[in-house]
């Protein structure tokens, strides 16, 4: 997994309350990004971060806010969870010389009732 | 707006036989082309990955067969195994947009022993 984790594993919240995913990575990797995986849907792009305090959106950005206080953490926070925001969330890093290789972390499950 | 397009969604092969999972994608800016490898409560795991300039990549069993013109991309699996039972996606990312990658929706892919 490149050296990335992701806490929690599993999650069950409620609708409203704000909840917050972290990925942590130990080797020091500049990119890091954020996807959430539903069924039909593949993986779709959330947020990435091209450094410390260097963030940007993505497809779906809508209802998710990042931030990136340090390299090696990268947290995704859902301001106020929905029903929609059940998903499996994936955090990875990319590498290689173009930076174009990306690698993925085991991901969170998320369920919001 | 989904941008690439992965056909079938599910496919049964049986042991020793060939899979071949399709993509075809729009935008021409376009340039790596990986699939990915998923298993059941797992993250995406790079299997094999192309660039346009050249028109076909094997490793090992993994055959992509590329065509620029058609915009199209293919994965084929020789000699399935039961092992290879697994979700594939086909991915696509442009050099300079931070290598955010957009996924076609994946191929439940079973083969049988």
């Known amino acids: 997994d490149a050296g990335i984790t992701q806490s929690p594993r599993h999650k069950v919240t409620e609708t409203g309350t704000p909840v917050t995913l972290r990925c942590h990575q130990t080797?020091?990797?500049?990119?890091m990004y954020w996807y959430r995986q539903d069924p039909g849907h593949g993986l779709r792009l959330i947020h990435y971060s091209y450094g410390v305090k260097d963030t940007d959106k993505g497809e779906v950005s809508d209802g998710y806010s990042v931030s990136r206080s340090k390299t090696e953490d990268f947290l995704l926070t859902l301001e106020s969870a929905t029903s929609s925001q059940t998903s499996v969330y994936f955090c990875?890093?990319?590498?290689?010389?173009?930076?174009?290789?990306?690698?993925f972390g085991p991901g969170t499950r998320l369920l919001v009732l | 707006q989904q941008q690439v397009k992965q056909s079938p969604q599910s496919l049964i092969v049986q042991k020793g036989g060939i899979s071949i999972i399709n993509c075809a994608y729009e935008?021409?800016?376009?340039?790596?082309f990986p699939w990915y490898q998923q298993f059941p409560g797992k993250g995406p795991a790079l299997l094999i990955a192309?660039?346009?300039?050249?028109s076909e990549k094997k490793e090992g069993r993994f055959t992509i067969s590329f065509n620029k013109s058609a915009k199209q991309f293919s994965l084929h699996i020789m000699d399935s195994q039961p092992g290879d039972s697994a979700t594939y996606f086909c991915?696509?990312?442009?050099?300079?947009?931070?290598?955010?990658?957009?996924f076609g929706s994946g191929t439940q892919l079973t083969v049988l022993p």
């Open positions: 935008n021409t800016a376009f340039d790596y």
């Open positions: 990875a890093i990319s590498l290689g010389q173009g930076q174009e290789t990306q690698y």
């Open positions: 991915a696509a990312s442009i050099k300079g947009s931070a290598r955010q990658l957009t």
């Open positions: 080797e020091n990797h500049r990119y």
């Open positions: 192309i660039r346009p300039d050249v």
